[in-house]
C-alpha cells in the first residue's frame, strides 16, 4: 500500500501565499516524494516542481522564482512553498512519488489538494 497525503490546499487571494506538504508511506517499498504536478480543468496534469534523482530541483518556467519545493528526508516529507500566486496557479495540485532505488520505477500519486486563487 502506498500513501501520498496532501494538505495545505485552499483559497488564496492573487499575490497571496500557500504551502503544500506532501507525507508519503509505502507498507512494502519505500517511497519517495519527488515532486508537485497540477491540473487546471480540462487541461493535462503538469509538472510544478520536482527532484531529480541526484536531488537537483527543477521547475516549471511559469512558477520559476515564485515557487520554492523542499523536502525533509527524515519525515519523508515534499513540500512546496507556493508566493505570488496568481489566478492561472488555479488547479488541483498533486504529489507524486516513486519508489526508492528503482530507477524506472512507476509513479504514484496522491489523492489532490485544491488550490484556488482569486483575483
Known amino acids: 500500500q502506498v500513501q501520498l497525503v496532501e494538505s495545505g490546499g485552499g483559497l488564496v487571494q492573487a499575490g497571496g501565499s500557500l504551502r503544500l506538504s506532501c507525507a508519503a508511506s509505502?507498507?512494502?517499498?519505500?517511497?519517495?516524494?519527488m515532486g508537485w504536478y497540477r491540473q487546471a480543468p480540462g487541461k493535462q496534469r503538469d509538472l510544478v516542481a520536482g527532484?531529480?534523482?541526484?536531488?537537483?530541483?527543477n521547475y516549471a518556467d511559469s512558477v520559476m522564482g515564485r515557487f520554492t519545493i523542499s523536502r525533509d528526508n527524515a519525515k519523508n516529507m515534499v513540500y512546496l512553498q507556493m508566493n505570488s500566486l496568481k489566478t492561472e496557479d488555479t488547479a488541483v495540485y498533486y504529489c507524486q512519488g516513486q519508489i526508492a532505488g528503482m530507477p524506472d520505477s512507476p509513479n504514484f500519486w496522491g489523492q489532490g489538494t485544491q488550490v484556488t486563487v482569486s483575483s
Open positions: 509505502g507498507s512494502i517499498f519505500s517511497i519517495n516524494p
Open positions: 527532484f531529480t534523482s541526484g536531488g537537483r530541483a
